[in-house]
């Protein structure tokens, strides 16, 4: 059974730090492109970051200096850190992943298989 367990999420002031975690079981997890992707209400579903099965990364425009993805194919976890959090990160955030066979990691919701059921993220001015 495939399973994708988000932890970290909760409520900090502008300015703060949060680190989300993702532990997967299931699948092959070395195999597949992870990443973290995030949905504000009454908004779509996007990505902020993912991660090759080789460990290269890419990053939406707005995480770019101030969130890093990372992966550790041995504990079949997938880590966000964030910094610099401001309200327009509030959302939930989910972990998901695709087969590398898939040939593609991109920062593209609707590409993904597999999904955690999310953590939310709270960030107060």
């Known amino acids: 059974q495939v399973r994708m367990v988000e932890s970290g999420g909760g409520s900090v002031q502008t300015g703060g730090s949060l680190r989300l975690s993702c532990a997967a079981s299931?699948?092959?997890?070395?195999?597949?492109?992870v990443g973290w992707f995030r949905q504000a209400p009454g908004k779509e579903r996007e990505g902020v970051a993912t991660?090759?099965?080789?460990?290269?990364?890419a990053t939406a425009d707005f995480a770019k200096g101030r969130f890093t993805i990372s992966r550790d194919n041995a504990k079949n976890t997938l880590d966000l850190q964030m910094n610099s959090l401001n309200p327009e990160d509030t959302a939930m955030y989910y972990c998901?992943?695709?087969?590398?066979?898939?040939?593609?990691?991109?920062?593209?919701?609707?590409?993904?298989?597999?999904w955690g059921q999310g953590t939310q993220v709270t960030v107060s001015s």
């Open positions: 998901a992943a695709v087969s590398a066979a898939a040939g593609h990691c991109m920062l593209l919701p609707g590409d993904y298989t597999y």
């Open positions: 299931g699948f092959t997890y070395s195999d597949y492109c």
């Open positions: 991660i090759s099965r080789w460990g290269n990364p």
